[in-house]
T-cell receptor, first 111, second 115 residues
Framework: DQQVKQNSPSLSVQEGRISILNCDYT??????FLWYKKYPAEGPTFLIS?????DKNEDGRFTVFLNKSAKHLSLHIVPSQPGDSAVYFC??????????FGKGTSLLVTP | SAVISQKPSRDICQRGTSLTIQCQVD?????MFWYRQQPGQSLTLIAT?????????ESGFVIDKFPISRPNLTFSTLTVSNMSPEDSSIYLC????????????FGPGTRLTVT
């Protein structure tokens, strides 16, 4: 049962534009959400997180938005850069320190 | 964040054999975890490696298949036992540093192919 869903397997964006990566979840007990970036042959790298008591968290070019009523979060990257090309994973805290991950969205930023 | 290394980085193994994956962290950490990423799938938590006691396994994973050791606060091993082609995956260890912080930091992964 996939409780964290990233329905877009891939996304292509032009350099300088905004990238929007989406994530939906089904478990209303999730209370903390994280985004990770993964390059080939490397482990995932933590990017940004948000608690369920907030609806927005910003860190430089990266902003995460949380819509609890819709069970939806999104990661905005502005402006997008070619180095942002990677697979992005959405994750949610299930209980304790256990995380549920989505399948990832592959972002390609073209010059 | 901690510097995490894994050995081996990749391996090709025959079915029925076992492989032990090592995870080394450059500083003491409270929590260590082991994940699996099967081809085209998301990361799935196998177990939490507890220092000085038995690991805590997630539903669907058992100690006989994935024995885990954690002798101290900087090192853990995961063994994939009696392997079959279905065990072909990337295995990753991760660490959490701060109590009350849910961010986890991942090692580079071990790519396992079982033939």
């Amino acid at each position: 049962d996939q409780q964290v869903k990233q329905n877009s397997p891939s996304l292509s964006v032009q350099e300088g534009r905004i990238s929007i990566l989406n994530c939906d979840y089904t478990n209303s007990m999730f209370d903390y959400f994280l985004w990770y970036k993964k390059y080939p042959a490397e482990g995932p790298t933590f990017l940004i997180s948000i608690s369920s008591i907030k609806d927005k968290n910003e860190d430089g070019r990266f902003t995460v938005f949380l819509n609890k009523s819709a069970k939806h979060l999104s990661l905005h990257i502005v402006p997008s850069q070619p180095g942002d090309s990677a697979v992005y994973f959405c994750a949610a805290r299930r209980s304790g320190y256990a995380l549920n991950f989505g399948k990832g969205t592959s972002l390609l930023v073209t010059p | 964040s901690a510097v995490i290394s894994q050995k081996p980085s990749r391996d090709i193994c025959q079915r029925g054999t076992s492989l032990t994956i090592q995870c080394q962290v450059d500083s003491q950490v409270t929590m260590m975890f082991w994940y699996r990423q099967q081809p085209g799938q998301s990361l799935t938590l196998i177990a939490t490696a507890n220092q000085g006691s038995e690991a805590t396994y997630e539903s669907g994973f058992v100690i006989d298949k994935f024995p885990i050791s954690r002798p101290n606060l900087t090192f853990s091993t995961l063994t994939v036992s009696n392997m079959s082609p279905e065990d072909s995956s990337i295995y990753l260890c991760s660490v959490g540093r701060l109590a009350g912080s849910y961010e986890q930091y991942f090692g580079p992964g071990t790519r396992l192919t079982v033939t």
